[in-house]
């Protein structure tokens, strides 16, 4: 490809911007990126904004891609499944899929940013920080940038800008005020709070390592990541107003009572829960769809920036991964004809990302409400079950999004026949072994495919 030194500007140094950032730089462009927050390598993370991530399938595949999977080996901690833990403090392992290899990583934000940072600066990628994009002058070709730290306002020349600068994107706004700009956002009325199980004696954990725990109340629900270091990164997720919500704890009297009474067995774990609930700030999870993702060849927005999801299918950082392995294959394959290769990104990714935006959603549903509902574990039986039988056809949509790079697209349409399919062999049956098998060998051939995954 002859780049020749062609610079491509990226707002963001997050997850997203480092990673494409580097791979650029493998492929001969120039490559700078313009970051609004401090460096994290230079300063202690403000608290609560550390949250863990699970890596999978796609995440893994870009990283890989970009020969840094072997050493994050070191950072991540499989995860087996879901370990469930009741009011009276009893625990129900779910595995997440049939094989050894169906885990999904832990891996503390912190330290994949910083990894990857790291590596895009080794690689040759420029990162300013504490330069917040203000906005972009296409007809110029120009970002505006400020100084974080002076104040100071300037604009530097662009060829190509890609906004890598997550769901409140700069880059995003500026094109909100173009005709025909569509965009929606959607909040959930759900907060989250990030919060710490320490380690235990010794450094172990306090909890079984290889699990991503799961306390499901109906309407809210509390997780726990293992970190590395012996400690857990838990977050509570509760609706923001109302009955058991963020507005009612707020005294150290009321989160205490509420954990004591909801999550029994996780309070003697959470010495400092009290300290740490009212050190810590509440989030929110939104939902951004918009399009189109790119102007002229110039800009394009990537990431969170393009199709912000909420966390519950842990994918939002593999769906971005995912969007770079896309991008750089266009690249690969066009070369930098940059208003060619954007209008394919959008159109190879943007039913994907609504498909996974919409799975996120439901997904919310499942894990704070249905994983411990027991019609609900006995469908989960009947699809392991219809899995071993037909494993080329019936794929559960949690592996074709997890631990499958099969098109989001797919996974949302074939889970959706998959449903009616477990709810219609699941109707007046309640034991796997009583399910009419003749009926599923007709409808599983009937109405799935063998499916093709990558
Ligand atoms: C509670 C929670 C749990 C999650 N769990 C998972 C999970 O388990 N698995 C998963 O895959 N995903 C998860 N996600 C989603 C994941 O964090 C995001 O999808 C991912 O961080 C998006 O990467 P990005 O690079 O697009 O944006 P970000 O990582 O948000 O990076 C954007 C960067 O741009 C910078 N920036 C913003 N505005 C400007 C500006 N104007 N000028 C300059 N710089 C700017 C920001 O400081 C930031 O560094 C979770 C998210 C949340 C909130």
């Not at 600066?121 to 002076?150: A, P």
């Not at 999550?263 to 740490?276: E, R, S, Y």
């Not at 950082?317 to 770079?324: L, M, T, W």
């Not at 394959?333 to 439901?362: C, Q, S």
């Amino acid at each position: 490809m002859s780049a020749n030194k062609q610079k491509v500007t990226l707002i963001g140094a997050g997850l997203t911007g480092p990673l494409l950032a580097l791979e650029l730089v493998k492929r001969g462009f120039q490559v700078e990126i313009y970051e609004r927050r401090r460096d994290m390598r230079s300063v202690r993370m403000s608290a609560g904004r550390s949250i863990n991530l699970a890596l999978s399938a796609r995440g893994i595949h870009a990283l890989t891609e970009a020969r840094l999977w072997n050493d994050m080996q070191k950072i991540v901690i499989p995860m087996k499944g879901r370990m469930m833990h009741s009011t009276r403090s009893e625990m129900t392992f779910q595995p997440y899929g049939r094989y050894e290899s169906d885990v999904i990583n832990s891996i503390s934000r912190a330290e994949l940013n910083i990894a990857l940072m790291n590596a895009a600066e080794e690689g040759g990628v420029t990162i300013q920080f504490q330069k917040r994009c203000l906005g972009v002058d296409l007809k110029n070709g120009l970002v505006q940038l400020r100084d974080e730290q002076t104040g100071e306002e300037r604009s530097v020349g662009i060829h190509v800008v890609i906004g890598c600068d997550g769901s409140s994107s700069a880059i995003r706004d500026r094109m909100l005020k173009r005709s025909r700009f569509n965009f929606s956002q959607q909040y959930l009325d759900y907060g989250y709070k990030e919060l710490t199980i320490p380690a235990a004696a010794g450094g172990k954990h306090a909890l079984q390592t290889n699990a991503l725990h799961i306390w499901p109340r109906g309407n809210y629900m509390l997780i726990a990541l293992p970190n590395v270091d012996g400690t857990f990164a838990s977050i509570l997720f509760l609706p923001f107003e109302g009955k058991d919500s963020f507005e009612q704890l707020s005294t150290r009297a009321a989160v205490l009572e509420f954990f004591r009474s909801r999550f029994p067995d996780a309070v003697p774990l959470m010495p400092d829960l009290a300290d740490n609930f009212f050190a810590n700030p509440v989030g929110s999870m939104v939902t951004i769809k918009c399009s189109p993702w790119h102007i002229d060849g110039r800009v394009l927005l990537l990431g969170d920036a393009a199709h912000a999801i909420v966390p519950f299918f842990g994918q939002g950082i593999n769906c971005g991964f995912e969007d770079c392995t896309v991008l750089l294959q266009l690249l690969d394959e066009h070369g930098p004809d940059w208003g060619r290769v954007f209008r394919d990104f959008e159109h190879a990714r943007k039913e994907n990302t609504d498909a996974i935006a919409d799975l996120a959603i439901e997904n919310f549903v499942e894990m704070r409400d249905r994983v411990s509902d027991s019609h609900f574990l006995f469908r989960k039986r009947v699809e392991l079950a219809l899995e071993e039988k037909y494993p080329d056809r019936f794929v559960p949509k949690y592996s074709m999004v997890t631990f499958l790079r099969v098109p989001y697209v797919t996974a949302l349409r074939r889970g959706q026949v998959q449903d009616r399919i477990l709810t219609e062999l699941c109707e007046r049956v309640d034991r796997v072994e009583d399910l009419d098998w003749a009926r599923a060998e007709r409808i599983v051939h009937e109405e799935l495919t063998p499916l093709e995954s990558s």
